[in-house]
């Protein structure tokens, strides 16, 4: 396990003692090990996000954005919203990344999704049918050290089947849900943490904000 990611490259100031112990732990190692062989066999985990648990996969493999949207009884002409662990690689999925955008992820205190024009180096599958990407950068502790070691952004949607709630909780996933994926994360399933799905803002090439859900 490298702590100098962890040390160096977290959330502002550090992590703190308690998250520390969390990451070089043998069970947060292996929940995480276990979680990258699935991700890069194509399969599909139930995972804990900065924001609701979600369902994850490889985000450019399109095979396995086809199993999420099976998953999930979702139609895919319904875009999926990808994590990363950086502001920087944000560049690497988006055409043109608008100067506002910067702002916006450094500023926003609450998890924010931004729809941005032209997603790129992605499943084609997992884009809107305008070619816009949503992508978000996660400061929870175990997605952003699983996207750090994927090295790839990681399909993040809610773990529930289409038209029904978000689970506010791991104990509220539908046990369909649970059978459905190839690896059910450990970490944070006993967290009874009240968690909303992100604030989602789509910038324009020019930088127009428009407010998807606030």
């Known amino acids: 396990m490298s702590t100098k990611y962890v040390e160096s490259e977290g959330r502002k100031g550090g992590l703190s003692a308690r998250e520390l112990k969390i ?7 292996n929940d995480l090990k276990e979680a990258l062989t699935v991700l890069r066999d194509g399969g599909i985990i139930l995972y804990p996000t900065d924001t609701v648990w979600g369902l994850g996969c490889d985000a450019t493999n399109a095979d396995a954005v086809r199993k999420i949207y099976e998953i999930k009884k979702r139609a895919d002409s319904k875009a999926l919203i990808t994590l990363v662990d950086s502001e920087a690689k944000v560049e690497f999925y988006v055409e043109k990344v608008p100067s506002v955008a910067w702002d916006v992820m450094e500023l926003n205190s609450r998890p924010t999704t931004i729809v941005f024009d032209g997603g790129r180096n992605l499943a084609t ?3 809107a049918e305008d070619g816009s990407v949503g992508i978000r950068v996660t400061g ?3 997605s952003r050290e699983l996207c750090f070691r994927f090295k790839k952004a990681i399909v993040s949607t809610s773990a529930n089947l289409s038209g029904e709630p978000s689970p506010a909780c791991f104990e509220q996933i539908s046990p369909e849900i649970i059978e ?7 970490y944070r399933q006993k967290d009874r943490s009240k968690v909303q799905p992100s604030t989602v803002i789509k910038l324009g090439a020019h930088g127009e904000v428009k407010v998807i859900r606030p």
């Open 23 to 29: 990451v070089r732990s043998e069970e947060f190692r």
């Open 125 to 127: 599958n997992l884009l």
């Open 140 to 142: 929870e502790l175990f």
């Open 180 to 186: 459905a994926v190839d690896y059910v994360v450990k």
